[in-house]
């Protein structure tokens, strides 16, 4: 569940000299970030039938229904980015892990304060970190959509993370709590080490991160009866996220498959400790 706020692009080797801008993220390339085959030398460039005088002449209208539509998925999507973002994804577990384990005991004041406490660790620190890097130039947006200006903020993340579980582990809490915030400090750590290569979904990784320890609940937490639709919920937020950064164009499909692959793996088999 890496911390950073946007998930990233992926690149590959490029001839020296060549613009540095190119990533296989763009909207031309598809999908799964490969682009169109360009044309044989042998033969001809086909090319596509010009359109329609009346089509051509008629400028696409905000009122039409596929451009409002488009809208609407953008703006859900964007939503869905900020709600879900992964800075997020610690204070999200903990409440989970309050409500639906054998936690569910522990009074509200306790609950209000470890809560806090996360959230300071994992939401503000980092924010004010990124407000920073910001004002220093050493990032363009709070988005951190370029992979190169990810280094310093997965290495808070791993650091955060890292410190929120021997935190809960001081204070007592079950094995399978505090090795989820050391599952978080593994998958970002995993996360910063691809993103020198590779851009890899953050937004994926966390929200997959809240799935595996919600499993993880079921088995070894106590868990309530209601945590059955919770999973359910969270497997589909997790398709919904996906498909969202995707459609943004911040990511592939591959990208958010391996951001799953990573946050999930980190935390289910390192709980499993």
């Known amino acids: 569940m890496p911390i950073d ?5 992926p690149e590959v080797p490029r001839p020296e000299g060549e613009d540095d801008s190119f990533s296989l993220n763009r909207r031309d390339t598809g999908l799964f970030g490969s682009p169109s085959p360009a044309p044989s030398p042998e033969e001809p460039e086909r090319k596509e039938p010009a359109p329609h005088k009346e089509q051509e002449s008629r400028p696409r209208s905000k009122d039409d229904g596929e451009y409002q539509g488009e809208k609407v998925v953008t703006v859900i999507s964007n939503i869905l980015s900020w709600v879900f ?3 997020l994804m610690p204070v999200y577990g903990l409440i989970l892990s309050f409500s639906l384990s054998v936690l569910d005991v522990a009074p509200m004041g306790m609950r209000v304060i470890f809560t806090l ?8 620190v980092p924010m004010i970190m ?3 890097l910001k004002k220093m130039g050493l990032v363009d947006d709070f988005g951190l959509n370029g992979r190169k200006e990810r280094l310093i903020p997965y290495i808070m993340t791993v650091v955060c993370f890292g410190g929120t579980a021997w935190f809960m ?9 505090s090795l989820f915030f050391a599952g978080g400090a593994v998958a970002a750590l995993v996360n910063m080490i691809i993103n020198f290569k590779w851009k890899i979904s953050s937004h994926a990784a966390g929200i997959a991160g809240i799935v595996a320890l919600l499993i993880r609940i079921e088995k070894d937490g ?3 009866p209601e945590l059955f639709g919770w999973l359910i919920a969270s497997i589909i937020v997790s398709g919904l996220l996906g498909s969202a950064r995707v459609w943004l164009g911040r990511h592939t499909v591959w990208q958010v498959l391996a951001g799953y692959a990573v946050g999930f793996c980190s935390v289910f088999f390192l709980t499993m400790c």
Do not use: D, E, H
Not at 169 to 177: N, Q, T
């Open 130 to 132: 990124v407000v920073l």
């Open 117 to 124: 406490i996360v959230a300071g660790i994992n939401f503000v």
């Open 5 to 9: 706020t946007s998930s990233y692009y």
């Open 169 to 177: 582990a001081a204070k007592g809490a079950p094995s399978w709590l």
């Open 222 to 224: 106590f868990a309530r």
């Open 85 to 87: 973002v992964p800075l």
